[in-house]
């Protein structure tokens, strides 16, 4: 498994796990960490099985939510990682929403950004790359980045030069050699019974959680105040802000995750 370290990694800090989604890899969580990371506090932006430069490890395995959020456990046990504040984006909400409902000792804190949840994902444009799926694994990268870009732009960023960023970064994975087998794999995984089987149980997670949803996300902004609402969190509405809201809104997503460190903290003993 992957995945990246920043900030105090000395005993006693507290950890938080953040997951990012599809088509992205843990720099989706470039602009966040430098805002949360301090003394006392250690990111770790997990990379999900068979995403970004774990796409060799995820061929022939099932990188379904469900089964990874049982990577994602393994991964925390062999760290050492008993309690943390986790942070989710997109297909990474999903993951923690099924770990967390699971393993529920496991919760600080919780904030979802932009989460698929219920039933308010696969986006359209997956759903056509998916009817597709045979295909594109027997194309060139070069033929699939147009599947690759209808999805990023689908969902969409409002900030202009981070779009362009985004798009850089992220397709580097897929434009190797093995990146059109991966991507099939990937999508041939996404399915939403496995948000579905967690709904109705997110009120087993007690703990502080914020929710923070680009008020025009192709993900609908009802689900996200579901979501909110069985969490017992506070929603936070960014204007203007489509689906990559850690990469165009940074700031907003880290006040999210900083709120929830100090209601932590408040529930430290001295």
């Avoid at 308010?120 to 045979?134: F, G, I, K, L, S």
Wanted: proline fraction near 6%.
């Amino acid at each position: 498994m992957r995945w990246e370290a920043h900030g105090d990694s000395s005993e006693g800090s507290i950890p938080i796990v953040m997951v990012h989604g599809i088509p992205t890899h843990p720099r989706l969580w470039r602009y966040v960490i430098p805002k949360v990371e301090r003394a006392g506090v250690q990111c770790f932006a997990w990379e999900l099985v068979g995403f970004g430069w774990s796409m060799s490890e995820g061929i022939g395995r099932d990188i379904s939510v469900a089964r990874q959020a049982e990577y994602l456990y393994a991964w925390l046990n062999h760290q050492g990682i008993t309690r943390a504040v986790f942070v989710g984006h997109d297909l990474g909400g999903g993951v923690l929403q099924e770990l967390l409902t699971r393993h529920p000792e496991l919760c600080q804190g919780l904030v979802l950004a932009d989460s698929v949840a219920y039933a308010n994902w696969p986006v359209t444009a997956v759903h056509m790359a998916r009817a597709m799926e045979e295909n594109i694994e027997k194309l060139p990268p070069q033929l699939v980045k147009p599947f690759f870009l209808a999805g990023l732009l689908n969902l969409g960023h409002d900030n202009a030069g981070r779009l362009l960023e985004s798009i850089a970064l992220h397709w580097k994975p897929y434009a190797r050699a093995i990146g059109p087998k991966a991507f099939a794999n990937q999508l041939r995984h996404l399915r939403a019974r496995d948000t579905m089987a967690v709904a109705g149980k997110l009120y087993q997670i007690n703990a502080p959680a914020r929710v923070v949803w680009g008020e025009a996300d192709a993900l609908s902004m009802a689900s996200g105040k579901r979501l909110a609402t069985e969490l017992g969190a506070t929603f936070t509405r960014i204007p203007g802000g489509r689906h990559f809201t850690p990469e165009d809104h940074p700031g907003e997503v880290a006040a999210a995750i900083n709120d929830v460190l100090q209601e932590v903290l408040k529930k430290q003993p001295v």
